[in-house]
């Protein structure tokens, strides 16, 4: 076979490669595979919500509900793609001639920008058209099929020609893709089958298909916050370029959420403050000082606490009968909160 | 006559079919795929896209793949 055309010349060496390489594969082998995982995770979920329920725990029963009702309902999906993938019979499985590779070759040039066949690499690249989901724009991605890892793990990865990642999370590109892996959701068994028999446009095709689509429901990052910090305590998302944080843990706030220190005037979240357990002021945790029993006092309350034990202490030294045994600033230590308690001496 | 069905919904399956002369395009979406709207889907007819009355000849590979396709994480 002679061309003069160089991109149906490397298209042809491509495709007898990527066909040599098919058939001496068995690239559908990992394409069944029961979802013994989610079975076990959920497993995993229900004994713990199983305890939290026995103990009383009202807020980590409820937590735990949800993550087993998540995680059911993966396995349903598990089951559902598992069965769907079965083929129609032993024989069903269809390698494509070098021929069809090549008219495959051909036909994603055309469908897609910039194809690159590169034989040194064993490597196919095209280009998408740039990606608006729900009015984020997500840029041109790129995806590069290396075809000598079909049948292996990532065989192809999708890069971000110009990454617009979300705040908080710089690996994921798209709603779908992190680390340059796409999660394919219901375009696994397709793509795993295209890529299986050699059908190229179709893997390409289903690629991008799962790139021009969102699923809310189940996003590394759902759009709604992409553009946006999310509040530690509320979940409430503020834009990116101005948004308060917690002085102590420095975890974005919003200002509803915020709550100021009474003692040192900082704006604080709530896992950073609590109350003083005499004044019930609030203050920051950084602030709060623990008495030798215990008790949490904000300073200007451990500090009267401290002066009126020690005030009682004295009138009952002087009191005592006992006076001269403890001579002025030698007294055996006390639990200043627990007035009347005086430690024997040994 | 054969043709080359393959239908990258669900299973992604692609298998040879006998059809009768005169299928066209509508029929065989029906045919492959039940509950979806042909709007819903890239159909293509020897890689290239066609009208849904195109008349099937031997040895097409005729191609149904969803437009949306819903990724994961």
Redesign the interface.
């Known amino acids: 076979m002679r061309t003069t055309d160089p991109l149906k010349h490397h298209a042809i060496r491509a495709a007898l490669r990527i066909h040599d390489h098919l058939a001496g594969t068995n690239c559908l082998s990992g394409l069944i595979q029961l979802p013994t995982h989610e079975w076990d995770h959920s497993a995993k979920l229900l004994q713990r919500l199983e305890l939290a329920l026995r103990r009383g725990w009202r807020a980590a029963s409820d937590s735990l509900l949800a993550d087993l009702e998540y995680s059911l309902r993966r396995l349903r999906t598990e089951c559902d793609t598992c069965h769907a993938n079965l083929p129609r019979s032993v024989a069903a499985n269809r390698l494509a001639p070098p021929g069809e590779i090549v008219a495959d070759i051909l036909a994603v040039d055309a469908e897609f920008n910039g194809l690159a066949i590169k034989l040194d690499e064993n490597l196919l690249q095209v280009q998408t058209d740039p990606i608006v989901l729900e009015q984020t724009a997500l840029g041109r991605f790129r995806i590069e099929l290396r075809w000598e890892l079909i049948g292996h793990e990532r065989s192809y990865e999708v890069i971000a020609e110009t990454p617009n990642t979300p705040e908080n999370d710089e690996e994921v590109t798209h709603p779908h893709v992190r680390d340059r892996l796409l999660c394919e959701g219901e375009g696994k068994a397709p793509i795993c089958r295209a890529l299986a028999e050699g059908r190229l446009l179709d893997f390409f095709t289903l690629v991008r298909q799962v790139l021009e689509t969102y699923n809310p429901g189940s996003a590394y990052v759902e759009l709604s916050r992409w553009n946006g910090v999310a509040c530690k305590d509320c979940g409430y998302v503020m834009p990116g370029d101005g948004y308060g944080i917690c002085d102590r843990c420095e975890d974005p706030l919003c200002s509803d959420c915020s709550v100021g220190c009474s003692r040192c005037d900082r704006y604080v979240c709530n896992g950073c403050s609590t109350t003083c357990e005499a004044c019930e002021r609030t203050v920051c945790e950084s602030c709060l000082q623990s008495t030798d029993s215990g008790r949490l006092l904000c300073p200007t309350c451990l500090e009267e606490t401290l002066e009126e034990s020690d005030e009682n202490h004295y009138s009952e030294e002087d009191a005592s009968p006992d006076a001269a045994l403890f001579p002025t600033g030698a007294a055996p230590a006390t639990d200043a909160l627990c007035v009347g308690e005086v430690a024997l001496p040994a | 006559m054969k043709v080359l069905v ?1 239908n ?8 040879y079919v006998d059809v009768p002369e005169g299928t066209t395009v509508r029929d065989m979406f029906q045919r492959e795929v039940r509950s979806g709207k042909s709007d819903s889907y ?1 159909i293509r007819v020897n ?1 290239q896209p066609v009208p849904s009355d195109q008349v099937l000849c031997a040895n097409d ?1 005729i ?1 149904f ?9």
């Open positions: 393959i990258n919904d669900g299973g992604g399956f692609a298998d890239l890689r590979r191609s793949t969803p437009i949306k396709v819903q990724g994961a994480r």
